[in-house]
């Protein structure tokens, strides 16, 4: 059974980071390509999307996380699926406090009512997104390599 968890586990976190990576590196650099209002409305509508599904994906992981450490407190690697889970926290609290509030604006922006200092805003989430993206990244590795 702790082998099942294991996998799902690690498998949930990989499927996030990806996702998380993917808005970091490659989403946010098409939106950001395209002409006029396009990639505003597109950075809206990711944040309504993802905004209504990565909250449910964030505290699943990190629910699987817990369950592993306490399931595999006595097994190799137990120390590093704690320091995963602490991660995983810190990963969720840095959302609520830092990206969630600048999210939430900006998914109910559109072209006519956007405020003036949008770009900024939208900047400031991806820098904090870069720090979220790699504190998920060593979370994931954390987890890996506990299945060692």
Do not use: C
Request: hydrophobic content about 55%.
């Amino acid at each position: 059974m702790l082998d099942t968890l294991q996998v799902v586990t690690t498998v949930a976190v990989g499927l996030m980071v990806g996702v998380e990576f993917s808005v970091a590196f490659i989403m946010n650099r098409i939106l950001d390509a395209l002409p006029e209002d396009s990639g505003q409305l597109g950075h809206a509508h990711g944040g309504r999307m993802l905004g209504t599904l990565m909250p449910f994906w964030y505290i699943g992981s990190l629910v699987l996380s817990a369950v592993w450490a306490v399931a595999g407190w006595h097994h190799h690697g137990a120390g590093l699926v704690v320091t995963a889970a602490g991660l995983l926290i810190l990963s969720v609290v840095m959302s609520i406090l830092l990206l969630v509030p600048i999210n939430n604006r900006n998914k109910t922006w559109t072209p006519e009512n956007r405020p003036a200092d949008w770009k900024e805003q939208l900047h400031r989430w991806n820098r904090y997104h870069y720090i979220r993206v790699a504190v998920l990244v060593a979370a994931f590795t954390l987890l890996v390599a506990a299945l060692v």
